[in-house]
């Protein structure tokens, strides 16, 4: 009987076969890849902590102290001044005035590769509210739709820095002016919406308190919670641009705190070594105030340079206008520690 021959077989599709295991390779990478982020993400999220005693703010390389200390047309004194407070950790202030849409996040990314050389922390003003300043001497800021666009874009640089503590004093004034300036809603609006494109994790947003010679703590307290927003916040800032004491800042902190049922404070210290003599608008006698980081309670987180020493706050006793640095008020400022 004669044989069946055999069928040959068909070669096997080792192409495909190839395909199929690097797409899975590529589908394990990739899920592998965003569970490391998911864990990182989860990481800094756990070990983020909030401002305490001994945070050191970065010290930035360009600011208006840094340029005046280069200031060959100054006096030897008013450089020597300038160097002084270059040296100093200090917030830096975001306005659309000197860091405008389109630059801002540039701005930041600087700041915070110093803060990484220094080991330090970030912590910056933003201050662009429509009606800033209620037409005071710090008169300006942006419309809602550019504030929305210029504070979107803060808040995307602030999330490019996960790897540095990220401190922000949302808006100085906003609060403690609303009742003057009759727009408490339309500020609580704004301010939620800034809130919400800035926040993310290791960044602590404190909101404006005003100061111990201000508002009432009940005032103020009911100012801040008609916002909504001390939940969604670290707390409250105080002190910022004035020149009350620490004592009586840390005070005024623990009445308000009191009063809201809870929050945290920081207390700007820059310009309180000598207290206040009740002026408020480039106050004359005053000193430079405590270091930041010196000291905190369960209320202050701590306290901090806000309002850099040497730069006016507006066209009041024979200051320049508001921000621009002013050499005689930095030597006046500096003069015990120089």
């Known amino acids: 009987m004669r044989g069946r021959r055999a069928r040959p077989r068909r070669p096997r599709p080792r192409r495909a076969v190839i395909v199929v295991v690097a797409t899975g390779v590529v589908i394990v990478l990739g899920v592998l890849t965003v569970v490391g982020m998911l864990i990182t993400r989860a990481a800094q999220a756990r070990s983020a902590q909030p401002p305490g005693v001994g945070t050191t703010l970065v010290v930035a390389s360009d600011s208006r102290a840094v340029q ?51 080991n330090a922390s970030l912590a910056v003003v933003v201050y662009g509210l429509p009606g800033r300043d209620c037409g005071g001497f710090s008169v300006g800021g942006l419309d809602d739709a550019d504030y929305a666009t210029w504070t979107e874009e803060i808040g995307t640089a602030l999330a490019g820095a996960r790897d540095v503590q990220r401190i922000v004093l949302l808006e100085p004034d906003s609060l403690a002016l609303a009742p003057e300036c009759g727009d408490l809603d339309d ?8 809130v919400e494109r800035l926040q993310g994790d290791n960044t602590w947003i404190y909101l404006d308190a005003g100061h111990s010679d201000w508002h009432s703590p009940s005032v103020m307290a009911d100012i801040i919670a008609g916002t909504g927003l001390l939940e969604r916040v670290r707390g409250f800032a105080t002190n910022v641009s004035n020149y009350n004491s620490a004592a009586e800042e840390f005070a005024y902190a623990h009445a308000l705190a009191a009063e809201l049922g809870g929050g945290h404070a920081v207390v700007d210290t820059s310009r309180s ?22 000291f905190g309670d369960e209320v202050v987180d701590t306290n901090l340079w806000v309002k850099p020493p040497g730069e006016s706050d507006g066209t009041c006793n024979g200051g ?12 006046e400022l500096t003069r015990d520690v120089r």
């Open 68 to 118: 005046a200390a280069d200031d060959a047309t100054a006096s030897a004194e008013q450089r020597a001044a300038a160097a002084y407070l270059a040296e100093q950790p200090t917030a830096y202030w975001l306005t659309p005035e000197r860091d405008p849409i389109g630059e801002v996040r540039e701005r930041i990314a600087h700041l915070a590769a110093q803060a990484r050389e220094q």
């Open 320 to 331: 320049p206008p508001a921000g621009q640095w002013w050499a005689d008020a930095a030597v």
């Open 187 to 194: 500020r609580a609006r704004q301010l939620t919406a800034a």
């Open 273 to 294: 070594g000598a207290g206040t003599n009740g002026e408020w608008c480039n106050a004359t006698g005053r000193l430079i105030g405590e270091p930041g980081g010196a």
